[in-house]
């Protein structure tokens, strides 16, 4: 007969729905029934002598796992000992052995036969080899009885335990009551009806005695058992097979049905269901910014995040020291020359310029993207941008510059003598050059993260904040490193010194994106033959580019002003990103040179502007799902614009480097609307734009649609910017002072765009609502 280890157990449990999942470690023992629950105070003097003659002792034997108490799981606590060689039999009662611990409590009788047992339901079991299965054939209905009616109406139940007085010499019994905290639950089958001619009154009263679970693990000490069965009842019990248990299984699924009908089971049910649903929504929150992307995004996203800071930092320092080193190299000119100062004019132009070479370098990048990888791409743009800002520096070198010494004092407020003997104007080619190179790395910086991700509009947007705070993180550190560090220490013609060294470190970084995952493929119609000699179809391809630039920007201003959903797109992304780039290259230089008289300090103020971009996109990481389109961020934007009014009033009595970190602070609501416009508005245009495809096989929705608006901002700051800066350096020239000009080009120039702004958002269908939601 072979015996069941605890997990084969556990998987026939599993297997007839038995298992202690919904009830944790909870046992059903059956009890034992009226006829037997009290045994016979005396023993008749036969048996008494038969006792005395046979010198029987109470035994206590260890307990191990009985073979036939897992053949027969409904009275685990009935012990058969082994049968000595006088043939008598040690039967041994443990109620409930676990559950009234340090109450183990044995009975040994003798008996030479069945017919000298008086207790029928013992009879039955040693005598009867019978099959639960045949019991199965009604499903009998219990009853949760109440235990303190229990324990007053049947005290001499089996709800009491029976202990052995070992000092009488007679087996006598005596009962006691539970301790009161140790009550099982009982339930009583009330099926069965009690049959006053037959013998096995054990039928009149059959109850499931439930223990409480405890909540600990399974021990397989907790079978009472005894391995050793007598051999002529070895058959017998092998017949009752596991399998053949369906009324124990019945009646348990009853009880379990019976129990979970009760009010009180309800309550505690949806309690915890309740308490299940809200642990389960933290979770997923908490979980959701991680769990969102697979593990290849994840690496990727690391990446890309990893270069994107060393070439933000890099770019911070070397656009701060360009900026300022123009400012101080065309006010020295005038000054030499005693001409009029034309400054803000010329870095106007400058900057204008560079804006335009941006797109340019857009165009040139799609062929290159067509044939190779972006990634690949990507990191030579980037090296490219670092030879040629480490071109400035060699020109400086050549010509006589050197780095700023730690002991220069200036004779006057235009001496810069250790600049280079070079032409002011030749800084404009190379500016341009590295502008080029700086639209090309733009315009893949705005492709990867559908490249990365997909087309998912939370994904994306979740991507772009995240990947934006990393950015303005080391925006804000590398504007503030060079404003307060490089350019007082190294002068502001090698204060980007750091530029070619980390723009050459983020392209070997970039490199390593998608290397270890599936790499970009090119669709099988570019491998055409009209496409396999590179060195001459790369200047048609170039000029194709042109050309296809021009039709993306015909046919994405098509798109915008001719559908409802998309013309509030023009408003609100140009128009915002161009204010916020002026006020961030031309309104923060031309208060740090005229109110503040320091054009490295501009870097201070810039640094305040890319801390409140970092605010922004931390709020639109955590926001996503609240706040369910750009609009919201859009008009709120608009308002905190109204805030540079105060620039043409501030009049500080004293000029100190605590008057920069002041307007710093005053420029952080611009950044954090700007960010979250940006971040929100690129989210849902690569989106929305990502399905639909035009006619033009060459030219998708999204590219002209973007290729339009960031054309729009192009043209607008390149013309704006250099005539609003001709405007500023008359009225300094006439004035001695720029207030006056920043009422018009900073307050109502902001004031018209913001009105402009505000009323657009509510362009677009079911945006008439605090919180709209784009379809």
Avoid at 134 to 153: A, G, K, S
Avoid at 458 to 473: G, P, S, T
Avoid at 603 to 628: H, M, Y
Wanted: glycine content about 4%; aromatic content about 12%; overall charge positive.
């Amino acid at each position: 007969m072979t015996s069941l280890r605890n997990d084969e157990r556990h998987d026939e449990f599993n297997e007839n729905r038995r298992s202690n999942f919904r009830h944790p470690h909870r046992r059903y023992i059956l009890e034992i029934p009226d006829s037997s629950t009290r045994i016979k105070t005396s023993i008749n003097d036969e048996q008494q002598t038969k006792l005395n003659s046979n010198n029987l002792r109470r035994q206590i034997k260890p307990s191990n796992a009985s073979k036939n108490e897992n053949k027969f799981l409904s009275h685990q606590n009935i012990n058969h000992s082994k049968y000595n060689t006088n043939n008598e039999q040690y039967l041994k009662y443990d109620l409930n052995k676990n559950l009234y611990t340090n109450h183990q409590h044995e009975i040994n009788l003798s008996k030479h036969d069945n017919e000298n047992i008086d207790d029928s339901w013992v009879k039955q079991i040693l005598q009867t080899d019978f099959d639960l299965s045949t019991l199965d054939q009604q499903d009998p209905r219990v009853q949760i009885l109440n235990i303190d009616d229990y324990r007053t109406n049947n005290s001499n139940s089996a709800s009491q335990y029976y202990s052995h007085d070992q000092n009488n010499n007679q087996d006598d019994f005596e009962t006691k009551l539970l301790d009161p905290y140790q009550y099982p639950v009982t339930v009583k089958d009330k099926n069965r009806k009690a049959n006053p001619n037959s013998s096995q009154l054990n039928h009149s009263s059959r109850k499931w005695i439930l223990q409480p679970p405890t909540y600990s693990p399974i021990n397989s000490n907790s079978f009472s058992s005894n391995k050793n069965i007598h051999s002529q009842y070895k058959d017998k019990f092998n017949t009752r097979q596991l399998s053949s248990q369906k009324t124990n299984i019945d009646e348990e699924e009853n009880l379990f049905q019976q129990e979970n009908n009760s009010i009180y089971s309800k309550h505690q049910k949806r309690n915890k269901q309740y308490e299940k649903e809200n642990t389960t929504n933290e979770k997923s929150e908490i979980k959701t910014l991680w769990n969102l992307f697979s593990s290849k995004e994840k690496r990727n996203i690391f990446i890309y995040i990893f270069g994107i800071m060393l070439y933000k930092f890099g770019l911070e320092a070397f656009n701060g020291s360009i900026v300022s080193l123009a400012t101080n190299r065309y006010d020295r000119d005038a000054f030499n020359s005693a001409n009029v100062a034309r400054t803000f004019e010329k870095v106007g132009l400058l900057v204008g310029l560079n804006q335009a070479c941006q797109c340019i370098g857009s165009i040139l990048i799609a062929p290159l993207i067509k044939r190779w990888p972006t990634r690949t791409v990507l990191s030579i743009s980037i090296f490219a941008f670092a030879l040629f800002t480490a071109l400035l520096m060699i020109i400086d070198a050549a010509t006589g510059g050197k780095i700023k010494p730690s002991n220069f004092q200036a004779m006057h407020e235009n001496d810069y003598s250790y600049y280079g003997n070079y032409p002011t104007y030749v800084i404009i080619p190379i500016y341009c050059v590295t502008g080029i190179a700086y639209g090309m790395v733009e315009l893949i910086r705005r492709i990867i993260p559908r490249d990365i991700v997909g087309s998912d509009e939370e994904k994306l947007q979740r991507m772009d904040a995240l990947v934006h705070v990393f950015y303005e993180i080391a925006g804000v550190s590398g504007a503030l490193t060079t404003g307060l560090v490089l350019i007082p220490r190294l002068g502001n013609n090698y204060s980007f010194l750091i530029t070619p060294i980390l723009f050459s470190f983020s392209a070997v970084v970039w490199i390593l994106i998608n290397s270890l995952g599936t790499k970009t493929m090119i669709e099988d119609e570019q491998f055409s033959v009209a496409n396999q000699n590179h060195k001459t179809n790369y200047f048609k391809a170039l000029i194709k580019g042109f050309v296809l630039f021009g039709e993306s920007v015909y046919i994405g201003g098509k798109i915008i002003f001719t559908n409802r959903k998309y013309f509030w797109l023009f408003p609100c992304y140009s128009l915002t990103l161009y204010i916020h780039r002026y006020i961030e290259n031309g309104i923060a230089p031309q208060v740090a040179k005229r109110y503040l008289q320091n054009s490295e300090w501009s870097q201070i103020i810039v640094g305040g502007s890319n801390f409140g971009e970092l605010i922004g996109a931390l709020f639109v990481f955590f926001l996503t799902k609240k706040i369910r389109s750009p609009l919201v961020w859009l008009r709120l934007d608009s308002i905190l614009l109204f805030i540079v009014w105060y620039l043409p009033f501030y009049n500080p009595s004293s000029i100190t480097v605590k008057n920069a970190w002041i307007i710093a602070l005053s420029f952080i609501p611009f950044g954090f609307g700007s960010a979250g416009d940006d971040v929100s508005l690129n989210a849902h245009i690569q989106s929305s734009l990502s399905q639909p495809q035009l006619k033009n096989k060459d030219v998708s929705s999204l590219g002209a649609v973007m290729a339009f608006l960031y054309s729009s901002y192009i043209i607008l700051y390149a013309i704006l910017n250099p005539l609003l800066g001709k405007y500023i350096d008359s009225v300094y020239n006439s004035k001695q002072t720029i207030r006056p000009a920043l009422i018009f080009t900073v307050g109502v120039q902001t004031t018209i765009i913001s009105i402009i702004v505000f009323l657009s958002t509510f362009i677009p269908k079911g945006s008439f609502k605090l919180n709209p939601s784009l379809e």
